[in-house]
């Protein structure tokens, strides 16, 4: 088992849709990270959590210490949103990033 | 501002050959460096990483080695190249302090090892 799971794995949207992707778990963190992978491979840091609600435009970053678990939200997407998002945690035990499989998402227009 | 600087961005090496690839990081001083690997459809692996001048973790046995022979400089190496070593190669680095600080990634280098 990763000690960090995302899901979906792939999912398919239609413009203008509310998209959630989920983030688990299972070891202490100080700090949770989502980021964007676009198809060319740049990576960039969308929010870094460590408890509460970031938001940033259409983006939308919720954590639950307790539950550990995160949700990226993306209001009114759009086909520009089409990339790998990617869930990934800072142990409490130090700065390494630990990172889930990512989520493809595919929005049509 | 701090920019990250990766290159090259594709790479194609015969089985056997040597690998260097380079990441240099401006303005910023003492960071940490990161590099990752991604293997086909899979997720992000720590390869190595650096709190400082010649000071390098490495997190997975491998055929790969890291230097960091300047504050701002790292480098990932090989003296001969495997076909599993294909894959997307990405330089990170953090500021200098013990957790919660966000990563901010180079562009990465495509690595194709025939």
């Known amino acids: 088992k990763n000690e960090v799971e995302q899901s979906p794995q792939n999912l398919t949207a239609q413009e203008g849709e509310f998209i959630t992707i989920n983030c688990s778990y299972s070891v202490g963190i100080s700090a949770l990270h989502w980021l964007q992978q676009h198809p060319g491979g740049g990576i960039v840091s969308l929010f870094m959590l460590s408890s509460g609600k970031k938001k940033h435009g259409r983006l939308i970053a919720t954590i639950n210490i307790q539950e550990k678990h995160s949700s990226l939200h993306i209001t009114a997407s759009h086909p520009r949103d089409s990339a790998v998002y990617i869930c990934a945690v800072n142990e409490t035990s130090g700065s390494r990033l630990t990172f889930g499989e990512g989520t493809q998402l595919t929005v049509n227009p | 501002s701090q920019t990250i600087h990766q290159w090259p961005a594709t790479l194609v090496q015969p089985v056997g050959s040597p690998l260097s690839l380079e990441c240099t990081v401006e303005?910023?001083?003492?960071?940490?460096l990161y590099w990752y690997r991604q293997a086909a459809g899979r997720g992000l692996q720590l390869l190595f990483y650096s709190i400082g001048i010649d000071q390098i973790s490495s997190e997975v046995p491998q055929n790969l080695s890291a230097s960091r022979p300047q504050d701002r400089q790292f480098i990932l190496s090989s003296k001969k190249l495997l076909l599993s070593d294909s894959g997307f190669y990405l330089c990170a680095w953090s500021l200098d302090r013990a957790t919660n600080q966000p990563q901010h990634f180079g562009d990465g280098t495509r690595l194709s090892i025939l």
């Open positions: 303005g910023t001083s003492n960071p940490n």
